[in-house]
């Protein structure tokens, strides 16, 4: 992955394994409605590229969770603190 800042904003060019910039794409399965993926942008390509984009959650979400015993510890350490 690749990170990049403009202005004050920061964001991540996700690539495929041929190199190509991965498309956000929306799941409408049963099992996973609404959650967000990358896939490789070329249309029947043969790389096969595919990862969950899972959104970061907030500092407040991690803590609550976590006391609830349901996610694991290593997940909120990227996340920003907004408490």
């Given at each position: 992955?690749?990170?990049?800042?403009?202005?004050?904003?920061?964001?991540?060019?996700?690539?495929?394994?041929?190199?190509r910039?991965?498309?956000?794409?929306?799941?409408?399965?049963?099992?996973?409605?609404?959650?967000?993926?990358?896939?490789?942008?070329?249309?029947?390509?043969?790389?096969?590229?595919?990862?969950?984009?899972?959104?970061?959650?907030?500092?407040?979400?991690?803590?609550?969770?976590?006391?609830?015993?349901?996610?694991?510890?290593?997940?909120?350490?990227?996340?920003?603190?907004?408490?």
């Amino acid at each position: 992955m690749r990170s990049y800042t403009v202005s004050i904003f920061t964001f991540t060019m996700i690539l495929c394994k041929g190199g190509r910039q991965a498309a956000l794409k929306t799941s409408y399965t049963e099992t996973n409605p609404g959650r967000e993926f990358y896939t490789c942008s070329q249309m029947r390509s043969r790389c096969k590229f595919f990862v969950w984009h899972d959104p970061s959650l907030c500092c407040r979400s991690c803590v609550v969770i976590k006391g609830k015993g349901l996610m694991d510890t290593n997940v909120c350490l990227n996340t920003k603190s907004t408490i």
